[in-house]
């Protein structure tokens, strides 16, 4: 077994990479690593886990592959480490045969001791048999929730890497991944370690983060009713589709806002340049599908907002986790409605994977639809689901202002009786009609106005109707049967509705225009430091720097790095290097250019 010398590797973090002091839980998994153990690792977005396989792939005598799903997140990496004096090797699809065969070569004859691999090319026949070749001491598993069918976004190029320990016998393991519950987590030590494991898992509760969903209702005016009270703030906006980001970000900008539109349908440079923007500019809104995000180290996005259901509660995880990384206020806010639920559905079912994947991708839906509808605290409702439980938070929009619950026990049969006296053959809106009594040709065509039910509930508002299919759906009574374009169908538990039982709903999710945090206390916790005119400076400098190497922002220094650059005005070079974030190899290369803003901004 391997020496652990902590004072070595503390050194070797401060002179490559510029920190000071370990995040809390990367320790405790870098020692495992050292002394070679395997280890699976589940941390939150933002809690820094690239270091965990970075320093000790650095410090070792042997070789790491580190396999990683996305070209981009392989190229961003690989910069970084450059950045900070380290190099490092990538084979992947973006580039040139000659380009790989190159890079090989490099680590091959262990000039480079770090290679990224995909997971496809990682487990080639070829490509396993030049590694055995090698003296690989670790292979390091990002995303590694993909290698379980019980996890969120299951790859089956994943699975494969369950093959690596009868492979590479004596190289140890190590996965990392922000989501993973415990059925996951159980799941990826078996494929990838037969069980022998070390397990690290982070808390997921971000307090100073608000959590709130609002009804998909006007949804372009509540929405920006919202980014008007954020002006001068910087956030993100997840979208479902390329469509939808377009109209969003063309709807921002016309109304006044920095808006860019990321999505997998842009060329890679304008992605890139945008990348930039968002990572050097105020007050930007970035409007984007989830292909944006992976990577982005930007510790002032103050707000995250989902125009759509996202897939699943890991998923949402993830993505709100990109707000409030300087521990700062942050929000966010998720619209939704009924046709967000089928279109969901539609997705998972028309998509591929077997039945039992299908039904997994559709219970996890189910959860993040609970989460949508809870009436409860819901950073109770979120964490409970990674197995983690807290009191109530205080800290969203159910705790703030809680909604009013009432008992709809005869309504929700009333519901439920025109789904049955209808055949459980159409959807919402038919089911609605019928109950509240519209005489539209759909229903007298079908003689639906001849029903028992037709008319008993027209003393409720279309509104709250279905706000209660969605609560009646997320508590399991009804479904959506997309075989049926999309009937409603009544579930065992639905059926029991009718046996004496009462159920407590809320009114609705449809909110006053009230925001979690004013502008004013979501601008003053941005904008603590000292010299901001200084730090717009210094930012403007990063982003000169960033195009003429032709490297993201980030890569140069991170927010956090400038924000401490700005309070403290360091003018030697040791001040300089006592700067978190700044190491040697950075020292070196930009003193110059950043101490020379510096001091003029201190004349």
Known sequence: MASFDEIKLRNLMKDVFGYLEFRPGQLEVIKEIQQEKNVLSVMPTGAGKSLCYQLPAISSNLQTIIVSPLVALMDDQVTALSANGITASKIHSGQSYEENANEWIRFSNEKNKILYLSPERLMQPRMLDFLKKQSIGLFVIDEAHCISKWGADFRPEYEELSKLKHHFPKSKIAAFTATADRATRSDIVQKLTGGDCSIFVRSFDRPNISLSVYQKHDFKNNLLDFLHS????????????RNETDDVALLLKSNGFNSLAYHAGKSSDYRRQSQNRFMTEDAVVMV??????????????????????????????????????????????????????????????????????????????????????????????????????????????????????????????????????????????????????????????????????????????????????????????????????????????????????NIFMAKSIEKEKNNQYSQSQLSQSSNEEKNPGLFTELKRLRFEIAREKSVPAFVVFSDKTLMQMANNMPKTENEFLSINGVGQKKLEEFFDQFSVVIREYTK
């Open 230 to 241: 954020k002006k001068g703030l910087n956030g993100i906006v997840y979208c479902l589709s």
């Open 288 to 501: 984007a599908t989830i292909a944006f995000g992976m990577g982005i180290d930007k510790a002032d996005i103050r707000f995250v907002v989902h125009a759509s259901l996202p897939s699943s509660i890991e998923a949402f995880y993830q993505e709100i986790g990109r707000a409030g990384r300087d521990g700062k206020l942050a929000e966010t806010r998720m619209f939704y409605g009924l046709q967000d639920i089928v279109k969901r559905q539609q997705m998972i079912f028309g998509g591929k994977g077997n039945d039992q994947h299908k039904m997994l991708e559709y219970k996890r839906l189910e959860a993040l639809i609970g989460y949508c509808e809870t009436t409860s605290c819901r950073r109770l409702a979120l964490l409970s689901y990674f197995d983690e439980n807290i009191k109530n938070c205080g800290n969203c929009d159910n705790c703030l202002d809680p909604p009013k619950v009432e008992d709809f026990s005869q309504v929700a049969k009333l519901i439920i009786s025109g789904i049955r006296e209808t055949g459980q053959l159409f959807g919402v809106a038919h089911i609605i009609d019928v109950i509240r009594g519209s005489g539209n040709a759909k229903i007298k065509s079908r003689s639906h106005d001849q029903l028992n039910i037709f008319g008993q509930a027209s003393s409720y508002s279309k509104s709250l109707l279905q706000s209660l299919v969605r609560q009646l759906i997320a508590h399991g009574s009804i479904r959506v049967n997309l075989e049926k374009y999309g009937a409603l169908e009544i579930t065992e538990k639905g059926q029991k509705i009718f046996d004496d039982v």
